[in-house]
Antibody, heavy 123, light 109 residues
Framework: QVTLRESGPALVKPTQTLTLTCSFS??????????LSWVRQPPGKALEWLGL???????YYNTSLKTRLTIAKDASKNQVVLKMTNLDPVDTATYFC???????????????WGQGTAVIVSS | SSELTQDPAVSVALGQTVRITCQGD??????ASWYQQKPGQAPLLLIY???NRPSGIPDRFSGSNSATTASLTIAGAQAEDEADYYC????????????FGGGTKLTVL
């Protein structure tokens, strides 16, 4: 059974760094083609892709945010960490992690999602 | 252009059929997947590839693809289908890597 769960602070002050952890089970991030992605959703707004880390350890980031984002994995703990620097109130959102899995003939799919963790950026 | 475009809002009468579309050049090269999101919940995978449904997704949900348009059809919409629907696809341009549609709010009347 695949599960993902995000954890981290609910409240962060402007200019601070946000650190979120995605703890997952039921699959290995070492399987070729599997990746773990971070997605966020400001209140009342659409989903926004932040970035991902794949089975090779390669990382890809949203071009608009890449200078502020770092994604890293701890395979031994089945965890992936997202760091976002220099937080601003516009970064207030629910942050999700999701598994990307390669389905034969269908491409890569965001098939499992965590429940999300809400982060408020405010002084 | 590197984006996926969805109509912001669509409505359907209870029991009728509705189609939600997603447009983008990248759809010529990659399949979109479709997600349902209800308030306070994570997105739920509905359709992926060429009209594949994960286990547990009702067969009233179906997908189709044509050139630069991917479509999600709900045949016989139910009250519980009222939700936001998103398409997601790889970015053929390589600029953004992954593209997310802006979402369609479905209202069941």
């Amino acid at each position: 059974q695949v599960t993902l769960r995000e954890s981290g602070p609910a409240l962060v002050k402007p200019t601070q760094t946000l650190t979120l952890t995605c703890s997952f089970s039921g699959f290995s991030l070492n399987i070729n083609g599997v990746a773990l992605s971070w997605v966020r959703q400001p209140p009342g707004k659409a989903l926004e892709w932040l970035g991902l880390i794949d089975s090779d350890g390669d990382k890809y980031y949203n071009t608009s945010l890449k200078t502020r984002l770092t994604i890293a994995k701890d395979a031994s703990k089945n965890q992936v960490v997202l760091k976002m620097t220099n937080l601003d109130p516009v970064d207030t959102a629910t942050y999700f992690c999701a598994r990307i899995y390669p389905y034969s003939g269908s491409g890569e799919v965001y098939d499992y999602w965590g429940q999300g963790t809400a982060v408020i950026v405010s002084s | 252009s590197s984006e996926l475009t969805q109509d912001p809002a669509v409505s359907v009468a209870l029991g009728q059929t509705v189609r939600i579309t997603c447009q983008g050049d990248t759809l010529r090269s990659y399949y979109a997947s479709w997600y349902q999101q209800k308030p306070g919940q994570a997105p739920l995978l509905l359709i992926y590839g060429n009209n594949n449904r994960p286990s547990g997704i009702p067969d009233r949900f179906s997908g189709s693809n044509s050139a630069t348009t991917a479509s999600l059809t709900i045949a016989g919409a139910q009250a519980e289908d009222e939700a936001d629907y998103y398409c997601i696809c790889r970015d053929i341009s390589g600029i953004h890597f992954w593209l997310f549609g802006g979402g369609t709010k479905l209202t069941v009347l």
